[in-house]
């Protein structure tokens, strides 16, 4: 089974809190394992384990970890690194590299890049060559090479499950024993 997991970088706690978040939160729903946080913020990992405690699924976060440390350790381990930005090969043109690949670190930044993540992924790949977010970035990205239906997804041990309707919310709250 395809493993994903997202790097963020450059996270600054007083500015990014928000869109911080939503790459976390579409990093989840788009089928990434888990979120590692290159910066310290207690707050992004204490609403990330919420959301994944009410509406289930897998997904962690490590806050607060060394990027170089981390980048290093998937690529001694087999992974490849997918560095997303304006920047580099259209992702179009390598969507079936990153569909083949078993495991993949996808990293994302806030601020400036340091230069060196340039050298560190394995691939530099540009969604879109104009100015956009994080957070679009990853879920065009996880969509185009997720296996199967990525929102047809299901999320092990929710508290909530949302029933599709066509009007009007309907949340069915799932107990456990």
Known sequence: MKRIVLLRL?????RDKRITTHVGLTARLLGAEGMLLASNDPGIVKTLEDVVSRWGG???IKNNV??????????????????????GVNLPDITDELKSCENLMIV???????????QLADWNV????????????????????????????????????????????????????
């Open 58 to 60: 897998n997904f962690y």
């Open 10 to 14: 450059g996270h600054r706690p007083e």
């Open 66 to 87: 060394n990027y170089k440390q981390e980048i290093k350790e998937w690529k001694t381990a087999g992974g490849k690194v997918c560095h997303l930005s304006m920047y």
């Open 126 to 177: 540009a969604v879109g060559s104009q100015p956009h977010s994080e957070v679009a970035a990853v879920a065009i990205t996880l969509d185009r090479i997720a296996d199967g239906e990525p929102l047809e997804r299901e999320f092990p041990n929710a508290e909530l499950t949302i029933v599709p309707a066509e009007r009007g919310k309907q949340v069915i709250e799932n107990y456990k024993d």
């Open 108 to 118: 994302v930044g806030a601020e400036k890049v340091p230069p060196e993540i340039y």
